[in-house]
C-alpha cells in the first residue's frame, strides 16, 4: 500500500511518495519488493496515490509488478487501498509502504497467518498485539504504553483472508469508514 502523502515524512515527501523515500540509496519499497522476490513472491501489487508516476522506474526495473489506482488517497486512510486490493488478499502478504526492512524476515509461504510486530514503549496510539498462552494473536487493541505493536507488514492464509475481506467489504461498504486504517479490519 502506497497511495498516501507520507505527511509525517515531510519534507521528504514533498517531491516523492513515501515508498520511494531512499534509505542508503535505495528506495524503501524497493527493498520491500527484492525482499518478497526473495521470500519466492512472483506477483506484486502496488496500490499507489501520491505521485504515482514516480514508481515507474521500479515497474521498468522489475517487470513483475502491476498497479492499482486509489484516486481516493486523500480522502481515507489506507483501509480503501486495501480494498480495491482485497481480490489479491489471500495466500499474500500486505505491506505498508514505508515499512523498512533492514533485513529480510520474510518467510517464504508460511503456513498460518502472521501479523510481523516489535516490542516498543512510551508510544501514545498504536496497534498493541494481545496473545494467548499458546503464543497466538488473540487480539489487537488500540492504545498507548507498551507492548509488541503492529509493523505494517501482515501475511493471510485464504481461509482468514476471506474473512478479512468480508469485515472489510463491510466496514467500506456501509460507509462511515474515513478515520479507518487497515489494522482496524482485523
Known amino acids: 500500500m502506497a497511495a498516501g502523502t507520507g505527511t509525517r515524512l515531510r519534507?521528504?515527501?514533498d517531491d516523492r511518495p513515501k515508498g520511494m523515500v531512499e534509505v542508503g540509496g535505495i528506495p524503501i519499497v524497493e527493498r520491500q519488493i527484492r525482499n518478497f522476490l526473495e521470500a519466492g513472491v512472483n506477483e506484486i501489487v502496488i496500490v499507489?496515490?501520491?505521485k504515482a508516476?514516480?514508481?515507474?522506474?521500479?515497474?521498468a526495473k522489475y517487470g513483475r509488478l502491476a498497479f492499482l489506482h486509489n484516486p481516493h488517497y486523500e480522502a481515507y486512510n489506507n483501509i480503501y487501498s486495501m480494498y480495491l486490493a482485497r481480490a489479491y488478499l489471500g495466500e499474500s502478504y500486505v505491506s505498508e509502504a514505508d515499512v523498512l526492512m533492514?533485513?529480510?524476515y520474510l518467510l517464504p509461504r508460511p503456513e498460518t497467518s502472521v501479523l510481523f510486530g516489535g516490542y516498543r514503549r512510551g508510544f501514545a496510539k498504536e496497534w498493541i498485539?494481545?496473545?494467548?498462552?499458546?503464543?497466538?494473536v488473540r487480539r489487537v487493541d488500540v492504545m498507548g504504553g507498551e507492548g509488541i505493536i503492529l509493523a505494517g507488514l501482515s501475511y493471510w492464509?485464504?481461509?482468514d483472508a476471506r474473512v478479512v475481506r468480508a469485515r472489510l467489504e463491510a466496514l467500506v461498504e456501509a460507509g462511515g469508514f474515513e478515520n479507518l486504517?487497515?489494522?482496524?479490519?482485523?
Open 102 to 104: 533492514h533485513r529480510n
Open 53 to 59: 508516476e514516480s514508481f515507474a522506474p521500479l515497474a
Open 11 to 13: 519534507p521528504l515527501t
Open 48 to 50: 499507489t496515490g501520491h
Open 181 to 186: 486504517f487497515w489494522d482496524d479490519v482485523y
Open 157 to 159: 492464509t485464504a481461509p
Open 129 to 136: 498485539l494481545r496473545f494467548d498462552e499458546a503464543g497466538r
